[in-house]
């Protein structure tokens, strides 16, 4: 084996690890959709936290693997290197709002179990079924699917 | 070949995805004592197992499949080493993830109302769950690098 071939396992392992963060979000946004009780809200939030570290290790590893491969086999300027570049920099945007917006989540779940308030809260379901949240991780999960296209299909390469 | 092989590596990325999810919630739920804790992480687990790893074998295993025929590799003399652990990992794989999702089903029902503390299925299922994430590991790592 050669760089060469280390660097694409590197890069194809970071792109399931990404990947992998998104299909855990994904059950956790659906399991919380029938969640209101703090206590239970705050259990599944710690399965979240393999999902940060699982998509910081795709999307570091995506990038730095990925250009390097670039500069090694391909042109780093070839069109579909620079629009999966560019389709990054989108997911890096979303996935910080979309972390934001359940961080928020889970700090008010945890503040009212803080307070000793661990029956079913309203305004907990009503943050969990938020619209924003849902469509965030949608277009996430779109963006990355088009990464994957790009990486597949290699347009003009 | 690359809808196939678009088909192949979504399936895979899903079944991984799901098995990581799996194997967190499990071993987060392993030593809960809570009760509501415990069948939390065990319906996070089964659910993981159910809607995301056995689809995204299927997917994979589909892909597999179908590059196969595309490439012609009935003819092949010697099968390259990461092809037969691809084929060995992706066939038989289904055994334990199979198994691990009745398990983690049975097992959640068994921590029903009154039956406290009935978590070994659950905890065979991490077994399983922990040793298929192991070996497609390894596979991504060997069909991706292709080592000889």
Redesign the interface.
Known sequence: MDLTDWLVALHVLSAFAWIAALVLYSVVIAAGRGLSVPGDVLRVFRVVRVGDALIAVGMIGTIVFGIWLAIDEYDIWDGWIIAALALWLVAGAVGDRLGRTYNATRDRARALHAEGLNDASSELSGMLRSQRGLVLHAVLVLVTAAILVLMVWKPGA | M?PA??LH??G???L???L??AF??QL?GWSERPH??AV??A??GF??LL??AVP?WLLMRIGAQWIWSEQGWDDISEEPLWLGIGWITGDLGLVPILLATIFAGVGLRRLGPGAEGKTALVRVAAVLVGISLLAY?IT??AM?????
């Open positions: 690359e092989l678009f590596i979504l895979a990325s899903v991984v995805g799901g990581v999810t967190a919630a987060l509501a804790a939390t992480y319906r996070l659910r993981s809607y995301a995204g590991v991504v790592w991706s690098a292709k080592p000889d």
